[in-house]
């Protein structure tokens, strides 16, 4: 059942919200053992959440529009009193004393949340194998990874333990997961949703976004947890507007490029490039213009990116001490304490972004790496609008390649970098991107195909990512 088929059924008082919430607590007792999609299954308190929503309905109230639907959260969003790890060692014990505001927003709505999702480390990788509690495996292939770094929400809504979850994407984390796992995942225009509460990992390319099975319960979930939040100071002080009503508009009319940067980038394989041409020949069937298009900065986008985040995340990661939060490894002195914990804490991956970043950013460096790096992003920036001068919308791949083998990657770090080569541009120019699964490799696994727009563009962005979805049930 759809999110939307099972809001509908909620508040109209056909289908209890408790029954919804015991059968994907059955569907998640009977495969998370395999899969280990949460780091901690909200049992006890989805079952009192869906009762009150059912209490709410027999009292004559609306729920709201998500209404009895479980929602899965990455591990990186706070929820008040229950622990929120980030898939690290040094948040251990740690609960927040706040929600995040999309938290907020989805119990509000009558969503229920139904577990804290596995990620890698601080979301630092492509396959959810940076975990401190060990990998999540992919649910259509349980020898392959989910990706990530969203890779416990992706799998656990293409395991159908919730039928929408959220993530996060600094480089690709919703949308590159999404694709390995044949789901449909959205990184919105930055500043669209709030960060409040999302622990930082790089506070400029950071943002939010939904996990669905289809691009409708996408779009559901995106329209209840985004617009303006004064807790975040980079949220964008505009109306959410909405994005379902548009979504059946089709794509008559519309300019789309076929970004070649993206099909072109190193280590695609050819099957994602077939994907993306088929996918390019149904938008242009259903009545859209499709050309090839360039945006050439695109290719330093993986260099940039690989300077700014772990410059971002260096500074953001300081926070971690042994004094404010978590794990403390004591020690004589306060300076000892602090380097003992902070070694003990964070994984192998996250002390190289932290040694990366620290490098880039110091005296002497500073002009020639993050300096460098943001003068790129500028020009990605113009690249973009340029090419939007021309066209409503653009494609390309999400993921170079299907889903690969645990452990295939994980001692060469750039070999797994080189997954987020087509997702990282809009992180950078802060703009909308999303994952649709359209077709599969040899291995029968899925791909997805990317669907990126201007920035605020999101009601567009779906149109095009409905119309990729009817022609790939076909
Ligand atoms: N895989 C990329 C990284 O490791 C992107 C991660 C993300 O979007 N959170 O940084």
């Given at each position: 059942m759809s999110a939307l088929d099972v809001a509908a059924a909620v508040r109209s008082g056909s289908r209890s919200a408790r029954d919804v919430v015991e059968e994907h607590l059955d569907a998640i007792a009977a495969r998370e053992p395999e899969i280990h999609a949460f780091n901690l299954v909200l049992a006890d308190e989805a079952r009192a959440a869906a009762d009150a929503v059912d209490a709410a309905v027999a009292a004559g109230r609306d729920p709201g529009p998500l209404a009895g639907v479980p929602v899965a959260l990455k591990d990186n969003l706070c929820t008040r009193g229950i622990p929120t790890t980030c898939s690290s060692r040094i948040l251990d014990g740690w609960r927040p004393p706040y929600d995040a505001t999309v938290v907020e927003r989805v119990v509000a709505a009558g969503g229920i949340p139904i577990g804290k999702t596995n990620l890698d480390e601080f979301a630092m990788g492509s396959s959810t194998e940076n975990s401190a509690f060990g990998p999540t495996r992919n649910p259509l292939d349980t020898s392959r990874v989910p990706g990530g770094s969203s890779g416990g929400s992706a799998a656990a809504v293409a395991a159908g333990f919730a039928p929408v979850g959220l993530g996060s994407d600094t480089g690709g984390s919703i949308r590159q997961p999404a694709a390995l796992c044949g789901v449909v995942g959205v990184k919105p225009?930055?500043?669209?949703?709030?960060?409040?509460?999302?622990?930082?990992?790089a506070s400029s390319l950071d943002q939010i976004g939904p996990f669905a099975c289809t691009v409708a319960d996408a779009a559901l979930l995106l329209e209840t947890i985004w617009g303006h939040d004064p807790a975040d100071s980079t949220s964008i002080p505009t109306a959410a507007g909405?994005?379902?009503?548009?979504?059946?508009?089709?794509?008559?009319g519309l300019r789309i490029g076929v970004v070649e940067e993206l099909t072109d980038?190193?280590?695609?394989?050819a099957e994602v490039v077939a994907a993306v041409e088929r996918a390019a020949g149904a938008l242009e069937q259903a009545g859209a213009k499709v050309e090839r298009v360039s945006v050439p900065s695109a290719v330093y986008g993986l260099s940039a990116y690989y300077l700014i985040a772990p410059a971002e995340a260096s500074s953001n990661l300081a926070r971690y001490d042994g004094v404010r939060y978590g794990l403390r490894v004591d020690a004589a002195d306060v300076t000892t304490m602090m380097a003992r914990t902070r070694d003990a804490g964070f994984g192998a991956e996250v002390k190289r972004r932290i040694m990366l970043g620290t490098y880039a950013l110091s005296a002497g460096y500073y002009d020639a790496y993050y300096g460098q790096a943001q003068k790129v992003r500028t020009l990605i920036i113009r690249d973009f609008a340029r090419a939007y001068e021309r066209f409503d919308a653009l494609i390309g791949p999400t993921a170079p390649t299907t889903a690969f083998p645990?452990?295939?990657?994980?001692?060469n770090p750039l070999l797994m970098y080189l997954n987020d080569v087509c997702t990282i541009p809009s992180n950078l120019a802060g703009h909308p991107a999303m994952s649709v699964p359209f077709g599969e490799g040899a291995d029968g696994l899925p791909i997805g195909v990317q669907v990126l727009t201007d920035a605020l563009a999101e009601p567009l962005m779906f149109r095009v990512a409905r119309a990729i979805e009817i022609a790939a049930e076909r």
């Open positions: 225009t930055y500043g669209r949703v709030s960060r409040y509460g999302l622990i930082a990992f909405s994005v379902l009503p548009d979504l059946e508009t089709g794509v008559e980038a190193q280590g695609v394989d645990l452990g295939a990657k994980t001692d």
